[in-house]
């Protein structure tokens, strides 16, 4: 399969001398389409950069990114690319205050191919999905924190973009809120084939998607799809100083896992107890 995101040694470096940073070190990465990924890492590790890189919105320094077939550093209309190919989703969802929300999803539709009446009919359907129907033509300051996520998620599936880009889209949302927004992401993935970038702090937030990567230093440290959800607590259980504590001092007997699970548990923690 082709496929949609492809980085080949994507270095970005801030500045010069000797206060440059290197926000990303020669990262290659492929994602295919219709994947779901979190984007994990310590502050500063460069998630928002790739992500930034991702969209057309920065310029490397050096190595390549395609997008959908595209080398970004060829592509001459990079305002159209960026309106047709990617739907952002910021932590800080900038939507325009003066505007209602359908008028907000409505924003990127501008000069593409629809009539006034496809706009209405789509941004209409757009905040359905997104469980909005009833609000439609309130204002983001009229709207909850979580309902004006879900106003920049419709915005960002306007023009059925092939990539979503989200950088943490839970961050400022309770626990309740965040979870509806991963549920929605999830959905979209699924039921709409979007493939999404979603950049998070939160493990249980990771859970949602389906591959994870994990970066440090702007480096890709680690990479890998999410297995079943049991798989997943023992990873959690393994990288805690509590699960460590517990695993590498034969406090838990493990007789219950199957083989591979076995398996894992020794590559993650070099021995299994059998009890
Ligand atoms: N415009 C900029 N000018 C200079 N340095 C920058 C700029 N943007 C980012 N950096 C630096 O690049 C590195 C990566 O930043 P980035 O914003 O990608 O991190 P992040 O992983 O998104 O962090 P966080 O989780 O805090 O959002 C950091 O050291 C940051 O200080
Ligand atoms: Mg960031």
Not at 75 to 102: C, E, M, S, W
Not at 200 to 225: C, E, F, N, P, Y
Not at 235 to 244: E, N, V
Request: charged fraction near 20%; charge should be negative.
């Amino acid at each position: 399969m082709d496929t949609l995101i492809r980085t080949i040694d994507l270095t970005k470096t801030y500045g010069t001398g000797e206060t440059a940073v290197k926000a990303l070190d020669a990262v290659t990465l492929s994602v295919l389409p219709g994947e779901f990924v979190a984007v994990m890492g310590p502050s500063g590790c460069g998630k928002s950069t790739l992500l930034n890189m991702l969209g057309a919105l920065d310029q490397p320094t050096s190595g390549e990114v395609w997008v959908a077939g595209e080398n970004l550093a060829r592509i001459k209309d990079v305002d159209t690319f960026r309106a047709r190919t990617v739907g952002f989703v910021f932590q800080l969802h900038n939507l325009i205050p003066t505007l209602t929300a359908q008028e907000n999803v409505e924003v990127p539709m501008q000069g593409q191919d629809y009539s006034r009446k496809q706009r209405l009919e789509r941004t209409a359907h757009l905040l359905e999905l997104t469980g909005l129907g009833d609000r439609m033509q309130a204002l983001p300051s009229q709207l909850s924190g979580g309902q004006r996520q879900r106003v920049a998620i419709a915005r960002a599936l306007a023009n059925s973009p092939a990539l979503i880009l989200a950088d943490e889209p839970t961050g400022s949302l309770d626990s309740q809120s965040g979870e509806e927004i991963m549920a929605l992401l999830a959905d979209l993935n699924h039921s709409q084939g979007a493939t999404i970038l979603v950049v998070t702090h939160d493990r249980r937030v990771a859970q949602s998607t389906r591959r994870i990567l994990l970066m440090k230093d702007g480096r890709i440290v680690d990479d890998h799809l999410l297995g079943d959800p049991f798989e997943e607590d023992l990873r959690t259980l393994a990288a805690s100083r509590l699960g460590q504590a517990l695993l590498g001092h034969n406090h838990l007997t493990v007789d219950y896992l199957d083989p591979a699970q076995k398996a894992l548990l020794q590559s993650l923690l070099g021995k299994v107890t059998e009890s």
